[in-house]
């Protein structure tokens, strides 16, 4: 079993039982990969370090967040297969992707709906769309356990004014439940959405064209 050597040392890469469905074997074969809203580029180069045999493609609209992944990659030996750009959700380049990723990120955008149409489009026929949001129900009594507490706090004070800070109008709101990111998905045109994972403070998806 491997872990991730720079982050936590709990953090698996290759699980015995990988969530996504011919997701790991693309990966150890050559995959191409976006992973969108990347931040500072710590899942970008987790994934370029582990998976050598495949391209990642990190993006996101804050620039100085992309000044510093791109050093991050250069330190950790991994810059020539972990590129990075300035780009928002709904316009980052490439098309093709075998793996497109939105990790925490989704909730925090100002225009869901054109960043999932643009994902769409940008993955490979079979491609796959792995999103990683935080843990939440689908109604406020759902959130009412410390998890959600922590949540509804951090997200009034950060997540939401980001999203409403950017064009579009359309937010997830505080903790968007499952309905709430089924329907966006739904809305976008992809024809299969499905839980593959969670943990206490995270639900994966998966979501294919
Ligand atoms: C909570 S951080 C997660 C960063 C990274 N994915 C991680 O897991 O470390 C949310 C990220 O979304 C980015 N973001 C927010 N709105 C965006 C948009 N419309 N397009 C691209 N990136 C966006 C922010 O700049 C920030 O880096």
């Not at 370029?48 to 030996?77: C, M, T």
């Not at 997540?159 to 579009?168: E, H, R």
């Not at 439940?177 to 992809?190: C, H, K, S, Y």
Request: hydrophobic share 40%; glycine share 10%.
């Amino acid at each position: 079993m491997s872990r991730a050597r720079s982050c936590s040392r709990w953090v698996r890469l290759r699980p015995s039982s990988p969530a996504l469905e011919g997701v790991q074997e693309k990966l150890l074969s050559g995959a191409k990969v976006a992973d969108i809203g990347c931040g500072l580029g710590a899942s970008t180069i987790l994934l370029a370090r582990e998976y050598p045999n495949s391209a990642f493609a990190g993006s996101d609209y804050h620039d100085q967040s992309i000044d510093l992944a791109r050093k991050r990659a250069e330190d950790a030996g991994v810059s020539g297969r972990a590129t990075f750009e300035v780009a928002t959700a709904a316009a980052f380049s490439g098309t093709g992707y075998d793996l497109a990723a939105t990790f925490d990120c989704l909730h925090d955008m100002g225009d869901p709906l054109s960043a999932a149409r643009h994902i769409r489009q940008a993955l490979a026929p079979d491609g796959t769309w792995l999103i990683a949001e935080p843990n939440a129900g689908d109604t406020i009594n759902d959130n009412l356990n410390p998890v959600g507490r922590i949540y509804y706090n951090a997200s009034t004070l950060l997540c939401i004014p980001n999203a409403m800070s950017q064009a579009g109008g359309y937010t997830l709101g505080a903790q968007a439940g499952e309905a709430a990111i089924r329907q966006l998905i739904t809305d976008a045109g992809f024809t299969r959405f499905r839980r593959a994972a969670e943990t206490p403070f995270n639900l994966i998806y998966e979501v294919r064209p």
